[in-house]
């Protein structure tokens, strides 16, 4: 689950990560009554997840409150990347001198976190990854451990940082590292962290993503998910726990399993077609979870066809074609459906199959033409 | 012969009692499985299966009156990390993790305290072990299957099951078939298969199965082609999706560009590694 920012830097003010004085607004008007607490000159940002926001338009700088209300309107009323700006972040205007990269992220390949810090902050961090990776630091740390001081002062060796700023630096780094492991994040990204005019760090900009499946454990945590970002199917999918993504296709799909799904879609596409969904639901494809996936694939419009691929291993292939009959006629559905069911007492489920309008298929290859060709209004 | 279960191992199952403990459990029983114990903290003393199997409250207590060498968990993503710990502090020699949802900072602690114990962990997440005809340690369906040469190892569940099903249907059978599961941290990878593959004189050809995220299938290939003597078809799941989102496992990301299909199936048919096209395709590859 990706945090905004103001929510991220919420945690990070918790752990001791000192943030801009700001706070989050809805409407211009209180962006306005803000920008004069804080003395005048401000920056706008809009709380949209997604990368890039100041190339969009989306970060302004502000000389008075009444420019911070005219930006602040012109925000809220923006579309970032396909998402509506329905709040912003009023910060004080910070004058700094340098931009330094701070994050923590698991390391897959070593299973433990790892500290990525760089000189060079303030920019995309994978641009510069990809032009000077140099300039990349990347530090493990033991996880029943934790970080150490010396690791610490080893990464701001490393990022030459100054020696007047160790102490603070320090402590920055160990407030972002508990705010990673204590909120069970698998992002804990600063960019950039400042060192201002008065020779204060601060973290100007925050990003943190957090495990979902340890969401359990921070009730306080799962009121930050921002609906807006996923489709609306997405979360109706969530309700029923199908794993599902949307995506720009014409031929929707319905799988059991995740690597079965994305193998599927690769034969669709293999086969000239474009998938109109990931959908893993999951074991047993009992009824009720058929009729939601159905549901929530049919609400996409541009779905013209649906291939529903299910391998029965401990649920046999005939109970899944009856689950499959009772949900199709329960769901009213117009457009063409593609079975393919393989596995235990396979024949018998086609068997079964074959008395509806439902057109079977005995490979995942023949499933995937046959869709293709409905989709692009081929007659068989 | 076989890597990793066999007709000797002893199988003790953690959450033997639970819904989806106890289902999997019987279909291992009926398989032919060696289980030898449950454990359910609170319910020991009990028998299930007919009287035929001890429930005990600890692994220790399990593992000293039964000899259990090999534990499948079966319990809650929440509980999960506690049940590999308990079971790695008991020193049983192969953990079989099937739950799925588990916290990456939980797997991470586990991977950290399993490493000083030396013990084998397969998953979280997966399907686990099948050596067919002589023991089911996990959900892979035991009738897709038979015995045979090729030896398969898979991120995936359902996806593998395809592989096995369509072998079987060209009468090819399997050595063993092992899940090590779909999560970002998880315990046995590709190399440490591979090896055990390649050491395996029953297994003569090896299907691996992988998919988008992370870098095992890169590292794989590197050690195919360095110490592999054995022949290796690939399948790599993901060629389609799209960057940043999470396909289902938590581990199928594409991350910074990284974990493409598209660089895992280079790195592998660089390494002498043939590639199929789809899973079915799998079958028609291999040696008779």
Request: glycine share 10%; charged share 20%.
């Amino acid at each position: 689950m990706k945090l905004h920012e103001y929510q991220s830097k919420k945690i990070f003010e918790q752990f001791g990560v000192p943030i801009p004085k700001g706070r989050v607004a809805n409407i211009a008007s209180e962006a306005k009554q803000i920008a004069e607490e804080l003395g005048g000159r401000v920056v706008i940002k809009s709380q949209v997840l997604v990368g890039g926001r100041g190339k969009a338009g989306g970060i302004k700088l502000a000389k008075d409150p009444n420019e911070a209300m005219k930006f602040a309107s012109d925000i809220l009323g923006m579309e970032i990347k396909g998402l509506p700006v329905r709040k912003i972040l009023v910060d004080e205007a910070v004058n700094f001198e340098q931009e330094i990269y701070l994050a923590i992220i698991n390391n897959r390949s070593n299973n433990c976190p790892m500290i990525v810090a760089s000189a060079s902050g303030g920019v995309d961090i994978e641009e510069v990854a990809q032009l000077s990776p140099e300039k990349i630091i990347k530090y493990n740390i033991d996880p029943l451990l934790g970080l150490q001081d010396f690791q610490a002062r080893d990464v701001a060796l490393s990022i030459d940082l100054p020696r007047v700023y160790w102490k603070n630096f320090i402590k920055i780094l160990h407030g972002l590292y508990h705010a990673f492991w204590e909120t069970d994040s698998t992002l804990a990204e600063i960019n950039p962290l400042v060192i201002t005019k008065d020779e204060r760090m601060m973290a100007l900009d925050a990003k943190m993503i957090i495990d979902d499946n340890a969401l359990f454990r921070h009730p306080d945590l799962i009121e930050f998910r921002d609906l807006d970002i996923e489709a609306p199917a997405e979360v109706e999918a969530r309700k029923y726990g199908l794993s599902f993504i949307k995506l720009d296709g014409e031929i929707g799909c319905m799988v059991n399993g995740a690597g079965l799904a994305m193998a599927t879609m690769d034969i669709i596409q293999q086969n000239g077609g474009s998938p109109a969904n990931f959908l893993d639901i999951g074991g047993g494809a009992g009824a009720e979870k058929v009729s939601a996936a159905l549901r929530i694939i049919l609400s996409d419009p541009k779905v013209k066809v649906i291939l529903i691929n299910i391998f029965g291993g401990i649920t046999r292939c005939d109970e899944v074609a009856k689950g499959l009959l009772s949900s199709i006629k329960q769901t009213k559905i117009k457009i063409p459906i593609v079975v393919r069911l393989v596995g235990t007492n396979e024949e018998l489920g086609r068997r079964l199959l074959c008395d509806s309008e439902i057109l079977t298929a005995d490979s995942l290859v023949s499933a995937a033409k046959t869709s293709v060709l409905l989709a692009t209004g081929g007659e068989l | 012969m076989s890597i990793l279960v066999d007709k000797a191992s002893r199988v003790l199952i953690q959450g033997i009692t639970g819904n989806e403990g106890q289902f999997h459990s019987w279909q291992m029983f009926q398989y032919g499985t060696n289980v030898v114990a449950g454990v359910t903290p609170g319910k020991g003393g009990d028998w299930i299966f007919d009287g035929k199997v001890p429930v005990f409250d600890s692994v220790k207590v399990a593992k000293d009156a039964t000899g259990a060498n090999v534990s499948v968990i079966f319990v809650p993503a929440r509980y999960a990390a506690d049940a590999m710990l308990e079971a790695a502090d008991a020193e049983i020699p192969l953990i079989v993790c099937i739950t799925e949802g588990v916290p990456v900072r939980d797997m991470i602690q586990v991977r950290k305290f399993l490493d000083q114990k030396k013990v084998y962990l397969v998953g979280p997440n997966c399907p686990g072990l099948l050596t067919p005809g002589q023991a089911k340690v996990g959900i892979i369906p035991g009738n897709i299957t038979k015995p045979g040469n090729v030896g398969v190892v898979s991120r995936s569940g359902t996806l593998t099951y395809e592989v096995l099903y369509a072998m079987l249907a060209n009468d090819i059978g399997s050595s063993t078939c092992v899940g090590i599961g779909g999560d970002p941290v998880h315990g046995l990878n590709f190399i440490d298969t591979l090896e055990l593959f390649e050491a395996d004189p029953e297994t003569d050809q090896v299907v691996m199965i992988g998919e988008i995220g992370g870098n095992e299938e890169q590292l794989a290939a590197d050690y195919i082609a360095r110490y592999m003597t054995k022949p290796v078809v690939a399948f790599i799941a993901g060629e389609s999706a799209p960057p940043g989102k999470r396909m289902g496992h938590a581990g199928a990301i594409i991350e910074s560009g990284e974990g493409t299909a598209e660089e895992k199936i280079h790195a592998l048919r660089v390494s002498g590694v043939q590639i199929a096209h789809h899973p079915e395709e799998i079958a028609s590859m291999l040696i008779r």
